[in-house]
């Protein structure tokens, strides 16, 4: 507490102090010396008279230097230098009220200092922002790398090992003896002999029957001993005997590929095809499992090294060239499966659609559409249309289509686009321009025009039919095992591409199909004892005769076979596909 004027009993006069500035810091005084009194620069305070139980509180006041109002008197001791008092008490003050202080300094800050403070501490934010900025570019580059490189370990290097272009995966091979190649029912389609002198060299027991879908390792490496060229040459058997082979200096036998190709179908299809060129592709509906893949012209796989300079010379000749996949057709009538998918999907109702086929349509002045031979179907149906492969009939509802709907309907099932597979294959072409004449848009709507096709592709489609339009994915290999099939290394799975066509649209395309071997143009495919559902076709190619086509599958209530049929060049017309699509019919159906 303060106190002001004279000590009972004494005549000392006593300064009035200011104490609203320092911390409370108390001390006991008497009349004489007070033994508990602070000790320091604050001595001066000792012999302040004071009352027993009377304190005060030292507050200076920092605005003014002087700290007394009167003279101390005779008494008093002598006055603190000031300049150590108050550093004192600020150094009191910073301990106790740091606030406080800061809130004075603040305030006595000049403007300009404020606002220099202000943009020091802007810059500073700016310069954290950028700092920050950069780290979590950083950090955003580094989680995304990592889930690259997940990724591209998870999903994308077996591709990248396995690619065709690259060529250190070969040196495996010096290691490594290159794994067999086999059939679905354990037949070798594919291995590798080593003679006395350690010389190895890859044979192809049934020579040129595989050739395309099988292919070669040592020269123009194709199909499967492309495709699967890295498991063939890694061995996944007994670490412990590899590693003592590896000692010894002695190869390692490679793994062997397991494929989906059913041997006694494969050689059924490369006989039922003859001499002829041309092409036949087996599916699975239910898997996409590839089961047959011959293609003609051939070649010798065993005799390829000496024979390549000789094939590549000739600019005819197309021995190398896998038809199936890679070759591009004039459809033909197998086309109208997609004219009639347009159809289903324009919204006309095509229960109600009726034509009186006159053997011919007139497409204006001297351009006609004519069925084959310049048939008269007479009244037909659309159903009865299809049947009848009517040319004018499928004239006639390509013209009705509205703009787009034919194009929409084909790209819908990959036309103009990679088909939903591993397998190398080209692209179905489709075309026709916006402004096309009628003449143009008839001839489309018939699988003539622009339009190229593989065999692959139709086959895909008379599968996605069969499978209620659920479109499995094709492949060929079913699994990797172990030399001698000891251990499985890895399982290939059937992997839906989805619905590519409604269930109702399946099922309507379905009917069509039924018809054409009921009583249509493929009747001759009837009475064997199980079902066939199918669409002929003849495609007219320039300068090269006639092709040949068939799409189907069986039996239509269990689908267990899709299959396309190519003839090329023959002068049977549709009728020579039927056979080849007989045969192998009944080899896979047990008939």
Same mark, same amino acid.
């Given at each position: ?26 001390? !006991? ?39 007394? %109002? ?29 606030? %406080?202080? !800061? ?9 300009? %200092? ?9 810059? !500073?934010?700016? =310069? ?74 890859? @044979? ?30 890694? &061995?996944? &058997? ?28 494969? #050689? ?10 041309? /092409? ?61 998918? /347009? ?6 109702? @095509? ?22 031979? #310049? ?66 848009? /008839? ?37 990797? %095992? ?45 009475? @064997? ?28 209530? =269990? ?17 020579s596909a039927l056979p080849v699509a007989n045969a192998i019919l009944q080899e896979y159906l047990g008939q």
């Amino acid at each position: 507490m303060k106190r002001d004027g004279k000590n009972e009993g004494t005549n000392k006069s006593v300064r009035k102090i200011n104490i609203d500035d320092l911390p409370k810091k108390n001390a !006991r005084g008497t009349s004489g010396k007070g033994k508990d009194a602070p000790s320091g620069d604050t001595k001066i305070f000792q012999d302040l008279p004071l009352n027993d139980g009377e304190d005060f509180e030292f507050q200076p006041d920092f605005d003014s230097m002087d700290f007394f %109002e009167e003279d101390l008197g005779t008494d008093a001791v002598e006055v603190p230098d000031v300049r150590r008092v108050r550093r004192r008490a600020a150094e009191d003050i910073e301990e106790t009220q740091p606030e %406080e202080k !800061r809130k004075i300094k603040k305030l006595r800050l000049s403007e300009e %200092e404020l606002q220099e403070r202000k943009e020091v501490r802007k810059k !500073r934010r700016s =310069q954290n922002r950028e700092i920050l900025t950069v780290t979590y570019v950083f950090a955003a580059m580094f989680v995304l790398m990592i889930g690259y490189f997940v990724y591209f370990n998870a999903f994308t290097s077996k591709h990248v090992i396995n690619s065709a272009y690259n060529v250190r995966v070969n040196s495996f091979a010096d290691t490594i003896i290159r794994g067999d190649i086999l059939s679905s029912d354990g037949t070798v389609l594919a291995e590798t002999l080593t003679d006395e002198n350690g010389n190895e060299s890859r @044979y192809y027991p049934l020579g040129s029957i595989f050739s395309h879908a099988i292919g070669t390792s040592e020269i123009n490496q194709s199909g499967v001993e492309l495709s699967q060229n890295f498991y063939m040459l890694q &061995s996944n &058997s007994n670490p412990i005997i590899n590693a003592l082979q590896d000692i010894r200096g002695e190869k390692n036998q490679g793994d062997q590929v397991i494929t989906t190709l059913n041997a006694a179908l494969q #050689q059924v299809a490369y006989s039922a095809l003859g001499n002829n060129d041309g /092409a036949v592709i087996a599916l699975e509906p239910a898997t996409g499992k590839v089961l047959a893949m011959v293609s003609k012209p051939d070649y010798d796989p065993n005799t390829l090294t000496t024979d390549y300079e000789n094939i590549v010379a000739d600019e005819d000749n197309e021995a190398l060239l896998n038809k199936t996949t890679l070759g591009l057709f004039v459809p033909g009538s197998i086309f109208k499966t997609l004219t009639s998918l /347009a159809f289903i999907r324009s919204g006309e109702d @095509y229960n109600a659609y009726s034509y009186i086929c006159e053997g011919q349509i007139n497409l204006g002045g001297q351009e006609y559409i004519t069925c084959f031979n #310049q048939t008269i179907h007479g009244s037909e149906n659309f159903i009865d249309s299809f049947a009848n492969s009517c040319n004018a009939s499928f004239g006639n509802i390509g013209l009705e289509l509205p703009s787009n709907q034919l194009k929409d309907a084909c790209e819908s099932l990959f036309f103009n686009a990679d088909l939903p597979t591993d397998i190398p294959t080209t692209k179905s072409i489709f075309s026709l321009a916006s402004d096309a004449s009628d003449w143009e848009i /008839a001839a489309t709507s018939i699988g003539q025009g622009h339009t190229q096709v593989t065999p692959l592709h139709m086959a895909m489609i008379a599968a996605a039919i069969a499978n209620g339009g659920n479109l499995m994915e094709p492949y060929m290999v079913d699994s990797i %095992e172990t030399a001698g099939g000891g251990r499985r290394v890895e399982k290939y799975l059937p992997e839906s591409y989805g619905q590519v066509l409604s269930t109702q649209e399946a099922e309507l395309l379905g009917q069509l199909m039924e018809a054409v071997v009921d009583y249509g143009t493929a009747t001759p495919l009837a009475g @064997y004892g199980y079902s066939v559902a199918g669409k002929t076709g003849t495609a007219e190619v320039e300068g090269r005769g006639d092709n040949s086509w068939f799409i189907g599958y069986a039996p239509v209530e =269990q689908p267990q076979i899709a299959i396309c049929v190519l003839v090329e060049n023959d002068e049977g017309y549709y009728e020579s596909a039927l056979p080849v699509a007989n045969a192998i019919l009944q080899e896979y159906l047990g008939q």
